[in-house]
């Protein structure tokens, strides 16, 4: 273990020490009242969306708008030698063409997650269109601005660039690992107790080794920047899931004071981490607009979203599982390895064997290769979901290696603290979940043996998976305008990614403020209203919650000062003594006011006033983590291989379900893509090359309504007593543990164990 990494173990241990000392988290109200919070509600911007009135980044069409498209680069690393763009700039329409040699100038930014710039918004460092180098296979080398798109297009097509190509690492190999210094926040490197003692005296062991391949995103909405100079004002319109990141990030990479930079992201057509950060087309746009003097649009085909934009890394885990007599675990060895470049940006594949089960030694180890690719990028689930596949089939494989339900396996290795800080948990109702899941399932008349529930040339199997996924609460602010009218508007830096999160937080702001939910507006995606750091980590819905709450409370001083020099029967109140209800703010015995008449008294015509999201002591104190349990049916034809699964049951434990018709579809669509992770995903990378030969829908594919059966989501919904609202984030939840689920039922249908995704008939037959 290198110095950087032992460097953060020592500090994470030590900040372990330290939050013992620190508070618990604020007890919310909220998370034990009826109201809004918790009511099936259907999406507030349902009906602009179906109707084509939300505009996304790419509907932008500001005046005398030039479009761009990148050349991507044919080698994985090297130099450019030369840049011929003659017939290009002879081409219809073209406006300019920028290379490295007539690029501005942009200076370099910290990777976002990496220790140079934890909070930054950059993707990778490197120095792109600014140096002759080449780091990756489909790096951009030019950008050609034209008249059109189509223009643009052909022109791309023009440009020729000479290369001296060197030797690339394109592979992941034991020989070239090491030890990162930290996998997103977690240590890399963890021993608990003597877990090699443990395996020697074990009474049963399984060992195996699970891969998962390269996975994109592939979201709805393709990657698109439109930026516009005015002078030395920026503006930028963007799918970027960190409004505030980018601007800071951009007013660095120009040298621009950060007032002058505006960024604007209000909707985005799904981003699963994909838009966390920004990739190189984001900064090439502005400069292109630059050089071209004139605004810009670039959006990235789906080709290029391939190669310009990261997905999810590689990753091979060899998992090592001991027990007592008793099932229960008395040792869990899991090494992993990825990929990462440069920038060393690596996953934690380690996570739920560090926290998912009762264990009193534990060696998780996560290593990374670096590569001569593009950076990986955060996926849903980031790390822990592959992680996950290779821990929960481990764990399917003792379950039958002890002639043991797997459902009682997971039982009995339940914890009552974190297996490895000792920390409480702010909540856990995983055993919850596990029982919710399995009544609604059937679980219990699942076929006890293999092969043995035949349906014509089917097979039919069942298997089961629990999922988990780290909880955060970040850093979250809020500008508040209550009008004279009675309304209020919320602005924040968020957006909205397709999750529910603005008819989330109208439920819950209504509640809070006393007021119908349509007298609530909620306006996301600017990134001048205040500072927010919410890219992801389905943080928020918690997250401005808390914020939302401290707006709410500076509101009521802001309202009792106001009363103060009136006739109002709030005047001399102390805001322990008012309530937010009825549209005003009363005391408990029916003293008071409405909104509206506060401010007619005080003869105003709004008030507005700013909220920030409080430290997340209880966070740091105890382990907060989202847990679920997944129950597949799967149908396995004996001819081809082909498998189909049938049928679905899902139970969630995520704290307080704010809007329960969004949090289902967000469940659902998770499973989703964790159906697709188990039987199709997969990136085909040419490592003579560097390239990728599947960058297209018709050959990376992706589960369609045919591949989908009826999913039943249930939800233990029992509040967190340490979280805004008591809530927790699961937006990334759903997916964790589909695949293994999936996997473990094609063993139960087959009795053919299948330990490297996706699976394809090729390996059923």
Same mark, same amino acid.
């Given at each position: 273990?290198?110095?950087?990494?032992?460097?953060?173990?020592?500090?994470?241990?030590?900040?372990?020490?330290?939050?013992?000392?620190? @508070?618990?988290?604020?007890?919310?109200?909220?998370?034990?009242?009826?109201?809004?919070?918790?009511?099936?509600?259907?999406?507030?911007? /349902?009906?602009?969306?179906?109707?084509?009135?939300?505009?996304?980044?790419?509907?932008?069409?500001?005046?005398?708008?030039?479009?761009?498209?990148?050349?991507?680069?044919?080698?994985?690393?090297?130099?450019?030698?030369?840049?011929?763009? *003659?017939?290009?700039?002879?081409?219809?329409?073209?406006?300019?063409?920028?290379?490295?040699? #007539?690029?501005?100038?942009?200076?370099?930014?910290?990777?976002?997650?990496?220790?140079?710039?934890?909070?930054?918004?950059?993707?990778?460092?490197? @120095?792109?269109? $600014?140096?002759?180098?080449?780091?990756?296979?489909?790096?951009?080398?030019?950008?050609?601005?034209?008249?059109?798109?189509?223009?643009?297009?052909?022109?791309?097509?023009?440009?020729?660039?000479?290369?001296?190509?060197?030797? &690339?690492?394109?592979?992941?190999?034991?020989? =070239?690992?090491?030890?990162?210094?930290?996998?997103?926040?977690?240590?890399?490197?963890?021993?608990?107790?003597?877990?090699?003692?443990?395996?020697?005296?074990?009474?049963?062991?399984?060992?195996?080794?699970?891969?998962?391949?390269?996975?994109?995103?592939?979201?709805?909405?393709?990657?698109?920047?439109?930026?516009?100079?005015?002078?030395?004002?920026? =503006?930028?319109?963007? =799918?970027?899931?960190?409004?505030?990141?980018?601007?800071?990030?951009?007013?660095?990479?120009?040298?621009?004071?950060?007032?002058?930079?505006?960024?604007?992201?209000?909707?985005?057509?799904?981003?699963?981490?994909?838009?966390?950060?920004?990739?190189?087309?984001?900064?090439?746009?502005?400069?292109?607009?630059?050089?071209?003097?004139?605004?810009?649009?670039?959006?990235?085909?789906?080709?290029?979203?391939?190669?310009? %934009? /990261?997905?999810?890394?590689?990753?091979?885990?060899?998992?090592?599982?001991?027990?007592?007599?008793?099932?229960?675990?008395?040792?869990?060895?899991?090494?992993?390895?990825?990929? +990462?470049?440069?920038?060393?940006?690596?996953?934690?594949?380690?996570?739920?064997?560090?926290?998912? !089960?009762? +264990?009193?030694?534990? &060696?998780?180890?996560?290593?990374?290769?670096?590569?001569?690719?593009?950076?990986?990028?955060?996926?849903?689930? @980031?790390?822990?979901?592959?992680?996950?596949?290779?821990?929960?089939?481990?764990?399917?494989?003792?379950?039958?290696?002890?002639?043991?339900?797997?459902?009682?396996?997971?039982?009995?290795?339940?914890?009552?603290?974190?297996?490895?800080?000792?920390?409480?948990?702010?909540?856990?109702?995983?055993?919850?979940? !596990?029982?919710?899941?399995?009544?609604?399932?059937?679980?219990?008349?699942?076929?006890?043996?293999?092969?043995? %529930?035949?349906?014509?040339?089917?097979?039919?199997?069942?298997?089961?998976?629990?999922?988990?996924?780290?909880?955060?609460?970040?850093?979250?602010?809020?500008?508040?305008?209550? +009008?004279?009218?009675? =309304?209020?508007?919320?602005?924040?830096?968020?957006?909205?990614?397709? &999750?529910?999160?603005?008819?989330?937080?109208?439920?819950?702001?209504?509640?809070?403020?006393?007021?119908?939910?349509?007298?609530?507006?909620?306006?996301?995606?600017?990134?001048?209203? *205040?500072? %927010?750091?919410?890219?992801?980590?389905?943080?928020?819905?918690?997250?401005?919650?808390?914020?939302?709450? $401290?707006?709410?409370?500076?509101?009521?001083?802001?309202?009792?000062?106001?009363?103060?020099?009136?006739?109002?029967?709030?005047?001399?109140?102390?805001?322990?003594?008012?309530?937010?209800?009825?549209?005003?703010?009363?005391?408990?015995?029916?003293?008071?006011?409405?909104?509206?008449?506060?401010?007619?008294?005080?003869?105003?015509?709004?008030?507005?006033?700013?909220?920030?999201?409080?430290?997340?002591?209880?966070?740091?104190?105890?382990?907060?983590?989202? !847990? /679920?349990?997944?129950?597949?049916?799967?149908?396995?034809?004996?001819?081809?291989?082909?498998?189909?699964?049938?049928?679905?049951?899902?139970?969630?434990?995520?704290?307080?379900?704010?809007?329960?018709?969004? *949090?289902?579809?967000?469940?659902?669509?998770?499973?989703?893509?964790?159906?697709?992770?188990?039987?199709?995903?997969?990136?085909?990378?040419?490592?003579?090359?560097?390239?990728?030969?599947?960058?297209?829908?018709?050959?990376?594919?992706?589960? %369609?309504?045919?591949?989908?059966?009826?999913?039943?989501?249930?939800?233990? #919904?029992?509040?967190?007593?340490?979280?805004?609202?008591?809530?927790? /984030?699961?937006?990334?939840?759903?997916?964790?543990?589909?695949?293994?689920?999936?996997?473990?039922?094609?063993?139960?249908?087959?009795?053919?164990?299948?330990?490297?995704?996706?699976?394809?008939?090729?390996?059923?037959?």
């Amino acid at each position: 273990m290198n110095v950087a990494a032992r460097g953060f173990s020592l500090a994470t241990r030590a900040m372990g020490k330290v939050a013992r000392l620190l @508070p618990d988290g604020r007890h919310d109200p909220l998370s034990g009242q009826s109201g809004e919070v918790g009511r099936d509600v259907d999406r507030l911007d /349902g009906p602009a969306k179906v109707s084509g009135r939300v505009r996304y980044t790419a509907d932008r069409l500001p005046a005398r708008l030039a479009y761009a498209v990148a050349v991507p680069s044919t080698i994985a690393k090297g130099r450019i030698t030369a840049v011929d763009s *003659a017939r290009a700039l002879a081409a219809p329409g073209v406006v300019v063409v920028m290379t490295h040699e #007539n690029a501005p100038p942009m200076k370099p930014t910290g990777a976002y997650a990496t220790l140079k710039g934890p909070v930054a918004a950059a993707a990778m460092s490197l @120095p792109i269109m $600014n140096t002759d180098r080449v780091f990756w296979h489909g790096q951009p080398v030019a950008v050609v601005v034209a008249e059109t798109q189509e223009q643009a297009e052909h022109a791309a097509r023009l440009v020729e660039v000479c290369y001296a190509p060197e030797p &690339a690492v394109l592979t992941m190999t034991d020989e =070239t690992a090491h030890t990162p210094a930290h996998s997103v926040l977690e240590e890399s490197k963890t021993v608990v107790g003597d877990p090699h003692a443990a395996l020697a005296g074990a009474a049963a062991t399984v060992q195996g080794v699970y891969t998962t391949p390269p996975e994109y995103h592939n979201a709805l909405e393709l990657h698109a920047t439109v930026a516009t100079w005015d002078g030395d004002d920026l =503006t930028v319109h963007d =799918t970027s899931q960190y409004p505030y990141g980018l601007k800071e990030m951009l007013a660095k990479k120009f040298g621009l004071p950060l007032e002058r930079v505006h960024v604007l992201a209000p909707y985005i057509g799904g981003g699963f981490g994909g838009k966390t950060t920004a990739w190189p087309h984001v900064a090439l746009t502005v400069a292109a607009a630059k050089l071209a003097g004139r605004p810009v649009k670039l959006v990235l085909s789906r080709a290029h979203t391939f190669h310009m %934009t /990261g997905g999810r890394a590689p990753t091979r885990s060899s998992i090592t599982l001991a027990v007592d007599t008793d099932g229960r675990l008395t040792a869990i060895v899991h090494d992993a390895l990825s990929t +990462c470049t440069t920038d060393e940006f690596a996953e934690a594949a380690i996570a739920s064997s560090r926290h998912l !089960y009762a +264990c009193p030694n534990i &060696a998780a180890h996560q290593r990374v290769t670096r590569v001569d690719r593009i950076q990986n990028a955060f996926f849903r689930g @980031p790390g822990v979901t592959p992680g996950s596949f290779a821990m929960e089939s481990a764990m399917d494989e003792l379950a039958w290696d002890l002639g043991m339900d797997p459902l009682e396996l997971r039982l009995r290795n339940e914890p009552g603290r974190d297996p490895i800080s000792g920390h409480r948990f702010t909540s856990r109702h995983l055993r919850e979940a !596990y029982m919710l899941g399995a009544e609604a399932f059937r679980w219990s008349e699942r076929a006890p043996t293999q092969r043995c %529930t035949p349906d014509g040339r089917w097979l039919v199997g069942q298997g089961m998976a629990a999922a988990i996924n780290p909880d955060a609460v970040l850093i979250a602010a809020v500008r508040l305008r209550l +009008c004279a009218d009675g =309304t209020i508007t919320i602005h924040s830096s968020t957006n909205e990614l397709g &999750a529910g999160t603005s008819t989330a937080q109208v439920q819950a702001a209504a509640q809070r403020f006393g007021v119908p939910m349509e007298k609530i507006r909620f306006l996301q995606g600017d990134s001048d209203v *205040a500072k %927010t750091r919410i890219p992801g980590a389905s943080a928020a819905t918690t997250t401005l919650a808390s914020a939302i709450w $401290n707006a709410r409370d500076r509101l009521i001083r802001e309202l009792l000062t106001l009363a103060k020099a009136t006739g109002s029967p709030l005047a001399g109140r102390r805001p322990v003594e008012v309530e937010t209800r009825d549209e005003g703010l009363f005391t408990r015995d029916g003293q008071g006011e409405t909104y509206r008449r506060i401010l007619e008294r005080a003869g105003r015509d709004h008030v507005e006033v700013t909220g920030k999201s409080a430290v997340p002591y209880q966070t740091v104190k105890r382990t907060t983590s989202t !847990y /679920g349990a997944h129950f597949a049916e799967v149908r396995v034809d004996e001819d081809t291989g082909e498998v189909r699964v049938s049928r679905w049951a899902g139970a969630f434990d995520g704290g307080r379900i704010v809007s329960p018709k969004q *949090a289902a579809s967000q469940m659902r669509g998770g499973i989703i893509q964790g159906i697709g992770m188990a039987l199709m995903e997969e990136t085909l990378l040419d490592e003579r090359s560097g390239r990728i030969v599947n960058a297209s829908l018709a050959e990376y594919h992706i589960p %369609t309504h045919a591949d989908v059966p009826d999913i039943e989501v249930h939800f233990v #919904n029992l509040p967190d007593p340490q979280t805004p609202l008591g809530a927790k /984030g699961i937006g990334e939840l759903g997916i964790v543990g589909v695949a293994a689920a999936i996997a473990n039922a094609v063993y139960h249908a087959t009795g053919k164990r299948i330990r490297d995704l996706p699976i394809t008939p090729d390996k059923l037959l």
